[in-house]
């Protein structure tokens, strides 16, 4: 099960944390990933990490977002900074095992999905 939370409304310039708690899937060779979903646009890939903790990110968020987990509490983070109004989408949690690197910021090749969490930013 992938639950979002974190999610909210902030201006532009100012930054967010997102948690998702991943219960089940910090077993051996799964990876966690964030996407996220403007209205009226495509879902688009934030970043992805592996098991062994290495991680990529999509080119619009590289520098200012940070994924990271807490294999203790089974929790993946998104740290958001320096929001733009165009980072305002719904954010999704997403899991799958056995990714090779080129497949890990497609979003047809994870299985599993939570509901989302919203961020809004305003100008």
């Known amino acids: 099960q992938l639950v979002e939370s974190g999610g909210g409304s902030v201006q532009a310039g100012g930054s967010l944390r997102l948690s998702c708690a991943a219960s089940?899937?910090?077993?051996?060779?799964?990876?966690l990933a964030w996407f996220r979903r403007a209205p009226g646009k495509e879902r688009e890939a934030v970043a992805a990490?592996?098991?062994?903790?290495?991680?990529v990110y999509g080119d619009s968020v590289r520098g200012r977002f940070t994924i990271s987990k807490d294999t203790a509490k089974n929790i993946l983070y998104l740290e958001m900074n320096s929001l733009k109004p165009e980072d305002t989408a719904m954010y999704y949690c997403?899991?799958?095992?056995?990714?090779?690197?080129?497949?890990?910021?497609?979003?047809?090749?994870?299985?599993?999905w939570g509901q989302g969490t919203q961020v809004t930013v305003s100008s």
């Open positions: 990490i592996d098991y062994d903790g290495y991680s």
């Open positions: 997403a899991a799958e095992s056995d990714l090779k690197a080129i497949q890990a910021l497609l979003w047809p090749f994870w299985g599993y």
């Open positions: 089940g899937f910090f077993d051996s060779n799964y990876c």
